[in-house]
């Protein structure tokens, strides 16, 4: 017994529920050994396949006892058929131990009491009086709630298991067991405690003996009050029972009671819910008290996940509430950073369009300059060799003012387009599909094209319009109205072309 039960206690509780997840494994393991030995056994000799079953049965009987039945029974009927009375009583010896476990009390003591003890050979003796104990210690756990019942059954074991001791070597594993077993029924729990301590020394967690002794120190802490001591002896009885593969599900469903008991329903539910699964397949004997166990526990359960269900839906509604704050709060963010990227945009678009402006500006007063000193220079070279004529045939033509104009509309018309590159689609969008204009493979525009283009600048004069373009102001006022009359809907059209105008 470790100094600090309680931590001791938890510790072995951690690894009964690792245990537990790894339960499947150890019960397969356990069938696949008998899957085993029964496929060896159909090719045996009949008694010797007889033997086999018997074993078979041995190993189902804390598996699944109806399994362990139905062997037996096979082994009963083949040593009726070549007439070997040892092996039929040892088939029958072995039913009787196991029919308790499904509450087949009445069959298990007439089968008992049809074995005839003159007729068992002596080496077979201990096996009669092991087997008896067994039986009745069984039956006695089908009584566990009526004190009188359980009593007298209790005693008939504890006298065959007497008998039995003097069929095992003294400190043996068997005789331990059945010392500790004897001492528990007469009372003297503190000489059963020494047996059944020693015995566990003895053994590991994963040997039958180990979990017998466990669960025979459990109860005699339970008779003591000794609470700490219960649950740890019944923990060491479980952990034993699930690393074997059993499915007997007794341990389990006596450490959930506990835990129940002390507040621990999430445990003590896990617990119960494998107790009633072992109890379903037939290996135990305490499906009602497991499941009637279950219900209880299953409503402090409910209980329990209602409050926690109640607990979760309100960290859900403050959760939501938050996280409405919080997109909330990023929309306005995702907002504000959408608008200052655009108003970025904006500040560098007007970088890149004073640049633009200014650099242009500077082309135009290049341009300007280059045509009027070469206009110069002719001028002067022409006087010089008094060619008067040429020089008034040269100024009246205006061919210098025209190409000097080009010129400038040449630039102008690059410049509107790299800052307004989607003028023309939004203009178009305002006219006839067949109206449509377009800018020449050379980035000139055309002159209505160039007029929209100066309104769209704001300059609404027509008189500065003409000045600029070198057109009459008639002719101004004629190309405007011509795109008047190419518009979807002219009475709309000064409205829509403003709306457009507006846009950055």
């Known amino acids: 017994m470790p100094q600090n039960v309680a931590s001791a206690s938890e510790q072995l509780l951690k690894q009964l529920d690792e245990a537990i997840q790894q339960r499947e494994r150890y019960m397969e393991s356990r069938v696949a050994r008998i899957d085993s030995a029964v496929e060896a056994a159909v090719h045996l000799a009949s008694s010797e396949r007889a033997d086999a079953y018997i074993g078979i049965a041995d190993d189902y009987s804390m598996l699944c006892a109806d399994s362990a039945i139905a062997y037996l029974h096979r082994a009963s009927d083949i040593a009726r058929a070549i007439n070997d009375s040892t092996l039929l009583f040892r088939s029958r010896m072995t039913l009787a131990a196991v ?22 050979p002596s080496e077979y003796q201990r096996q009669y009086y092991v087997g008896a104990a067994k039986m009745y210690d069984g039956i006695s756990d089908n009584y566990s709630d009526y004190p009188d019942i359980f009593e007298k059954y209790t005693l008939i074991g504890d006298k065959y298991r007497q008998k039995a001791m003097l069929y095992y070597p003294p400190e043996s594993l068997d005789w ?90 999430n445990r003590a539910h896990a617990y119960l819910s494998v107790a009633l699964e072992a109890a379903a397949f037939g290996a135990g004997h305490h499906h009602d008290t497991v499941a009637d166990s279950m219900l209880i526990i299953d409503k402090a359960y409910k209980e329990q996940l209602n409050r926690n269900s109640l607990i979760f839906w309100c960290l859900i509604v403050v959760l939501t509430l938050l996280l409405l704050v919080m997109v909330y709060t990023l929309m306005r963010y995702r907002s504000y950073l959408r608008h200052m990227n655009e108003e970025h945009k904006h500040v560098m678009r007007l970088r890149e369009d004073r640049v633009i402006y200014l650099t242009n500006f500077l082309r135009v007063c290049a341009v300007s300059m280059r045509r009027m000193t070469e206009f110069s220079r002719a001028v002067q070279r022409k006087l010089a060799a008094k060619q008067f004529e040429e020089v008034f045939r040269n100024v009246k033509s205006g061919q210098a003012i025209d190409t000097c104009r080009r010129d400038i509309l040449g630039v102008f018309d690059a410049t509107f387009i790299k800052i307004y590159p989607n003028f023309v689609d939004e203009f178009n969008h305002l006219l006839r599909p067949e109206e449509h204009y377009s800018v020449a493979a050379d980035g000139r525009m055309s002159p209505e094209l160039r007029i929209a283009a100066l309104m769209r600048l704001g300059l609404d004069d027509t008189a500065r319009m003409a000045e600029f373009l070198g057109y009459s102001p008639n002719t101004i006022y004629a190309y405007r109205a011509k795109i008047r009359a190419k518009a979807i809907d002219s009475s709309t059209f000064d409205r829509d072309f403003q709306s457009l105008c507006s846009k950055m």
């Open 176 to 265: 331990l067991f059945h010392e500790a077993s004897h001492f528990y029924v007469e009372g003297n729990y503190s000489a059963a405690i020494i047996s059944a301590a020693e015995l566990m020394d003895r053994t590991e967690p994963t040997e039958r003996m180990f979990g017998r002794a466990a669960y025979l120190l459990a109860r005699i802490s339970a008779l003591r009050g000794d609470k700490e001591s219960e649950l740890y002896y019944k923990a060491q009885y479980a952990l034993s029972e699930v690393l074997r593969g059993d499915r007997e599900g007794m341990a389990l469903q006596s450490v959930g009671h506990m835990l129940y008991r002390e507040g621990d329903i």
């Open 99 to 120: 029919l308790p476990k499904v509450f087949l009390v009445r069959e298990a003591i007439m089968v008992f009491d049809s074995i005839n003890v003159a007729s068992i």
